[in-house]
Every structure is written in structure tokens, then in C-alpha cells.
């Protein structure tokens, strides 16, 4: 499809288990972000990529939390040791930074929903 | 303090009436003032794109934007059922664009 695509859709897993959340941006758009959005909240931004590198990580809540984009399109949210807190919506989001364009529109997928038993 | 406080309701209204839905923040540095709206169990989607201050219409949607005050507004004139969603205020600075969201108003609609 055209959109913004996450898998897997739903995700249960155990405490102390490792997670791995995938997201595949619209072509062709060089920006990726990660939110976690919880229940009643609005989406907390987690880490933003320009291209293959990490443009900014300051909202990874600890160092259990790791994303990589190692060729410039498809993203890998990684949580290790999970935790019942770690439990939310995880939203992706791309947007078109090529050629200079200077818009901040954000298209999201419907997000992976993690639940951490 | 968060850097962007939206009250997260429930709004309930009537169909046809107007909406106002607002938010403040404290970071001087934003430049780009959106709207989203949120459905369940889906993700946001762009409703409304304003830089800096300033009102801008669209259909039946109005966002207003004062920097001096660090408010801004989304107005939604004779609001319909499918009107019902999360909407979301978020802002951002230049450079990479990344994006502050608030916690969100749930918006009901009655028929």
C-alpha cells in the first residue's frame, strides 16, 4: 500500500521478554519517527531519523529502548527486558524532508499495540 | 510542566453547534502549529497546518494561532457526528520537525 505500515498490529508478550516493532514509511520519505502513545494520552515522540542516522533520541525513556534504520527506509523499534509499563500503542510516522521541503506533516500507521503480561 | 497542555475532556455537543478546542505551551522556539485527528484505534491524521500566528480556514474548520500568548485554536462550525474523534494539538520548531503532541479532546457529537 501507499501508506505507513507496522507490524506486527498487536504484539502480547512477557515480562523481561525482548520486542522487536516494525515500521515500513511511504517511499520515498526520508524522515521516520517513533511515538508511544498510552492509553488516554497523546503520542510521546521517542526518536526521529534523517535518512540511516538518529537525528534525535532524546525521548527513548531508558537504554532498554534502541531503534536502527540501517538503509534509510525501514525501521526497527527494539525493547529489551520489557517491562508491564512499556505497554501502549507504538506509532511510526514518516514524513517528506527531500529536496528541502519544508513542510512538518506527519503521516502515521495505526501503530503496534503492545501488551507486556 | 509539559511543554504543550491540552485538556483532554470528554466534549460532548449537540450536532450543528460549534466547537472550540484549545491549547498552551511554553516553548517559544515552535513554529509550526497542527491539528490532528485521531480515530479509534487508528492512527492521527493532519487536519490543520498553520506557521507561525495567524487564523486559517478550511471548509469548517478554523485554526487560530497567538504566539504572543502561546494559544492556539481549532473552531469546527456546525459539527456532525463523524466530527466524533481525538483531536490533538501538536507543534513544532524548524529544522527536523520534531513534533510535541498534546494528550488530546475527546469530541462527541450527538445526533
Known amino acids: 500500500g501507499a501508506g505507513v505500515s507496522q507490524t506486527p498490529s498487536n504484539k502480547v508478550t512477557e515480562k523481561g521478554k525482548y520486542v522487536e516493532l516494525r515500521c515500513d514509511p511511504i517511499?520515498?520519505?526520508?524522515?521516520l519517527y517513533w511515538y508511544r502513545q498510552s492509553l488516554g494520552q497523546g503520542p510521546e515522540f521517542l526518536i526521529y531519523?534523517?535518512?540511516?542516522?538518529?537525528?534525535?533520541d532524546s525521548g527513548l525513556p531508558n537504554d532498554r529502548f534502541f531503534a536502527v534504520r540501517p538503509e534509510g527506509s525501514v525501521s526497527t523499534l527494539k525493547i529489551q527486558r520489557t517491562e508491564r509499563g512499556d505497554s501502549a500503542v507504538y506509532l511510526c510516522?514518516?514524513?517528506?524532508?527531500?529536496?528541502?521541503?519544508?513542510?512538518?506533516?506527519?503521516?502515521f500507521g495505526e501503530g503496534s499495540r503492545l501488551t507486556v503480561l | 510542566q509539559k511543554e504543550v497542555e491540552q485538556d483532554p475532556g470528554p466534549l460532548s455537543v449537540p450536532e450543528g453547534a460549534i466547537v472550540s478546542l484549545n491549547c498552551t505551551y511554553s516553548?517559544?522556539?515552535?513554529?509550526?502549529f497542527m491539528w490532528y485527528r485521531q480515530y479509534s484505534r487508528k492512527g492521527p491524521e493532519l487536519l490543520m497546518y498553520?506557521?507561525?500566528?495567524g487564523n486559517k480556514e478550511d471548509g469548517r474548520f478554523t485554526a487560530q494561532v497567538d504566539k504572543s500568548s502561546k494559544y492556539i485554536s481549532l473552531f469546527i462550525r456546525d459539527s456532525q457526528p463523524s466530527d466524533s474523534a481525538t483531536y490533538l494539538c501538536?507543534?513544532?520548531?524548524?529544522?527536523?520537525?520534531?513534533?510535541?503532541f498534546g494528550a488530546g479532546t475527546r469530541l462527541f457529537v450527538k445526533a
Open positions: 517511499s520515498g520519505h526520508t524522515a
Open positions: 531519523f534523517q535518512g540511516t542516522g538518529a537525528a534525535d
Open positions: 501538536a507543534m513544532s520548531g524548524t529544522g527536523g520537525f520534531k513534533t510535541i
Open positions: 510516522a514518516s514524513r517528506d524532508a527531500a529536496g528541502g521541503r519544508r513542510t512538518g506533516e506527519l503521516f
Open positions: 498553520t506557521y507561525s500566528s
Open positions: 516553548n517559544s522556539a515552535f513554529q509550526y
